[in-house]
């Protein structure tokens, strides 16, 4: 939904009606929301995604409580401001945050937004929450080449 059809909530931004409407119909079978995987939405909608509209899809379905797997296939155009609403989380297990989709070459990620002093301490504040389930963090390749980031285990 454009950001236009998107109106302010506790977080920042939150889907209209007809776009909470299609996340209920993409939720697997109508179970509770356990993987967000953007590799199943179309690379041309997935690309022009922005902070706002990531934040409020986590917001949305409660992300915080429910979420397991996060994997940002395609999501070039995010800073990782929109990761905001996982902060605290003790059910993520996976976030996938190179970008790119399964047997896709890292390569393609060259120019991300996607920022390192933005996301590191939504990452802090899910391993400093007590009994959080975080198993397994994938980087940009850019990120794991350039360096210059640490998380305090």
Not at 38 to 44: A, G, P, R, S, V
Not at 78 to 93: A, H, K, N
């Amino acid at each position: 939904a454009p950001p236009s059809a998107w109106r302010e909530s506790k977080w920042r931004l939150q889907p209209s009606a007809a776009s909470k409407a299609i996340l209920s119909t993409s939720s697997s079978s109508g179970e509770e929301w356990d993987v967000l995987d953007f590799e199943d939405i179309e690379i041309d909608l997935a690309s022009k995604f922005s902070d706002d509209d990531v934040g409020a899809i986590l917001a949305c379905i409660d992300a915080t409580n429910k979420l397991k797997t996060l994997k940002l296939s395609f999501c070039v155009n995010i800073t990782g401001r929109g990761l905001e609403p996982l902060c605290g989380s003790i059910v993520l297990q996976q976030i996938d945050l190179s970008l790119v989709g399964q047997h896709e070459s890292p390569r393609m990620e060259s120019n991300i937004l996607l920022s390192v002093e933005t996301v590191v301490p939504v990452l802090d504040s899910i391993i400093d929450t007590n009994d959080n389930s975080l198993k397994h963090i994938q980087y940009p390749m850019k990120w794991r080449f350039e360096g210059g980031f640490a998380i305090d285990w």
